[in-house]
């Protein structure tokens, strides 16, 4: 879409490194960028003027030393925020979340964690890793330990290409028939439709989703590295209070179903 494409130019207007997630999620890496900014602060709040001036819309901007705790800042107070994590406020910021906060935690996870005494991130964090290992496996139990600790390594990856497009509702009350589902999948079917043009994707696969949990949706990223820190997340202004999510993604052919992998 247009907005998008607005907001992309701005992207690299503030950083020459940008990772697209989707057609409208990014992480910019500003590494090196110091003098460029009078502190990563005025830093994101030019961010957010820019893309106001261009599109209209508020974006709630979230800095930090990497991108999980980015993308997690630019969530505590939609939909037009501007938090800072820094390195010495991980814990306190960090640690009184729910463990779903955490990446790749979704209801089973979080249910086991439960039984282990974990409801926050800070009890995950003094749990041994043996103990999660034993539970989790090795890999899950790696990636557990590590963000509770606010920790991430991954780096902006600029080449990464846009596999999918999709387009997310949420209902503030149930919807309860036929006619209405029918005219809400039809009403997200075109905007996705409308936004293959400008990324260029064929598209082979409809997948539909629907479910009541509580997902993080519509995230536009960026990235600074600035007396520690080194990513801002940004999310375009939608104020959400999820009942229900439908997620429609239109995929290239040969591409893996994101949910279930066929």
């Known amino acids: 879409s247009e907005v998008s494409r ?66 997690l800042a630019s969530d505590l107070e939609k939909p037009d925020g501007l938090v800072v994590i820094r390195a010495e406020d991980i814990q306190r910021v960090l640690w009184p979340l729910p463990v779903s906060r955490i990446w790749g935690v979704g209801r089973k996870t979080e249910e086991k964690l439960r039984t282990l005494g974990c409801q926050t991130i800070g009890e995950l964090a003094k749990v041994d ?6 539970h989790f496996g090795q890999k899950l139990s790696q990636q557990l330990a590590a963000l509770a600790w606010g920790r991430d390594d991954r780096p902006v990856q600029p080449e990464r290409d846009i596999q999918s497009i999709g387009n997310e509702v949420t209902f503030e009350a149930d919807i309860m028939s036929q006619a209405e589902a029918e005219a809400e999948l039809l009403a ?56 229900y999510v439908a997620d429609i993604r239109l995929m290239a052919e040969g591409d893996p179903c994101p949910h279930c992998g066929a």
């Open 6 to 71: 607005q907001i992309f130019a701005i992207f690299n207007r503030f950083s020459p490194a940008v990772e697209a997630l989707s057609i409208d999620e990014a992480f910019l890496d500003i590494t090196g960028m110091e003098r460029l900014m009078e502190s990563p602060r005025a830093y994101g709040q030019k961010l957010k003027q820019a893309i106001f001036e261009a599109s209209g819309l508020v974006a709630s901007v979230g800095i930090a030393p990497n991108k999980f705790l980015a993308k």
């Open 129 to 134: 890793e043996p103990v999660l290992r034993k």
């Open 188 to 243: 997200k079917a075109g905007t996705v439709g409308g936004y293959m043009g400008p990324v260029g994707l064929d598209p082979e696969k409809v997948i539909i989703v629907c479910d009541a949990t509580v997902m993080n949706m519509h995230n536009v990223c960026c990235g600074a590295n600035h007396e520690g820190f080194h990513y801002i997340n940004a999310s375009p202004g939608r104020d959400f209070t999820p009942t």
